[in-house]
Structures are given as C-alpha cells and as structure tokens.
C-alpha cells in the first residue's frame, strides 16, 4: 500500500503543478504532495534498510540427533571445513526420525554454531530468529516488500554425549579407511590362528592315533 501512495502522491504532484492555474494553491499543493513523495520514500527505505514497524521474534526447537554416518563402531557428528582458513564450519546432522542430511548454513552471519560436550541425550536445539511486521497495519502498508518472516539467523547448539566423535568430513573417510584396513588384519589373524589351532590338534590326535 506505501507504494501506491508514493505512486498516487507523484501524479498528484504532477497534475498539481500542471492543472493548477493560480500560483498560491499550485505551491500550496505542490508543496504538500512533495511532502509526501519524501515521506512516502522515507519510510519505504528504513523499512528496507532498517526493518520499519517490524520486530525480531524466535522460536525454539530441541531434536534428538542420529549419527551423521551410519557405523556400528561409533556414533558422529560431521563438519565441512569452508574457507581459506577453515575458520567456518558447516556442520552435518540428522535428527531422528529424518534420514535426509541436513546441515548448518555456510553464511557465518545466517547461522551461529555451538558444540558442548554433555552426560544427557545428543540433541540439536535450534532458535531460529524472524523479522515479522509488529501488527497488521504495519503488514498492510509495507507487506509489498515480501520480507515479512524474514530469516534473521539460526543458533544451534549441538549437545553431543561423550562417546560421540566430531570429526571433519576429511577425518571421517581416513577413519573408515583405517577400521577397513583394521578388521582386514583382524580376519587374517584370525584365520591364521584357526589354521594354527587346526594344525596342533591334528599333531595332537596323530600322536594318539597313528592310523588316521
């Protein structure tokens, strides 16, 4: 609605200097329609800039939090590295319930990331940040904008117990690597101590019967 009273307040501004003939009321209605093409812009621009006749509203989510990777050997939580610097973290979560991978957003200033370490349950708890227009007339002046719901940012606060890993992506894949190569040399040794055990107690049981 803001726009089309900054539309109609400029026509009126230009029929005015136009369709008026007596200079007094021609300056007496430029003048007030002038006032309200600057109003009107105004208050368009610090609703864009500085979020005019809206306020911040959170909502609070907690999740209970499956392993980032499916393994019998441990439960993760996964985080991609970004940056020249890996200074910023996207971290890599599922919530149960979920299979689908979500993941925390790469934009520092759309997402603010916490890891404790806690003896309860892992969980995610997610408070998620909104611009909303503070009443309904706010909404019906500037709602053209479409930046009513507005994301703000999200804060996560992972809680993991202590029997989690939080590893890299990176570190994720050289750990599977590694209990690959480790159960791999566990079924040799295996197998060679089953051979072994094979060989002794056929020894054994010559020794006690000669013609087998």
Known sequence: MIIAALIASALL???????????GRRLLAGLVFSVLVILTTGL????DREHFGMQQVSQTRTYRLNSS???KQASMLLYQPIGTANQEKVYLYKTAGKNK???TSPDPSKAQVTVKRTTGPTTVKVKTIRWRYR???YRTWFGIAGNDDQ?????????VGKNWLVLSTKQAKQLKRKLKQKQAQIKQAAAQYVAQQVKVGLAAALQKDSTM
Do not use: D, G, W
Request: proline share 0%; glycine share 0%.
């Open 44 to 47: 368009i621009i610090k609703n």
């Open 13 to 23: 501004l230009f029929i005015s200097m136009v369709a008026i003939k007596q200079r």
């Open 151 to 159: 994301l703000v940012k999200k804060v996560y606060t992972f809680n």
């Open 101 to 103: 991978m979500q993941q």
């Open 135 to 137: 009443n309904q007339n």
């Open 69 to 71: 990777v499916a393994s």
